[in-house]
């Protein structure tokens, strides 16, 4: 697995766009002070991968 963008660990909640074995994923970590959350998207085709990922940054996913 590979993390290919992220947002600021400056803040409470980050997001990793990920590839493996050919596919993208979404991955959100909430920071926690007892440990981090994390939860992944299912996987798609990395350009469908990236396309959310855009959405994400743009405020457009939901």
């Known amino acids: 697995m590979r993390v290919v963008a992220w947002t600021c660990d400056c803040l409470a909640i980050v997001y990793e766009l990920c590839q493996a074995g050919g596919q993208g994923f979404i991955r959100r970590t909430l920071q926690n ?30």
């Open 33 to 62: 002070e007892d440990a981090p959350e994390i939860r992944e998207t299912h996987r798609w085709a990395i350009p469908q991968a990236r396309d959310v990922w855009a959405a994400l940054l743009t405020g457009r996913a939901r």
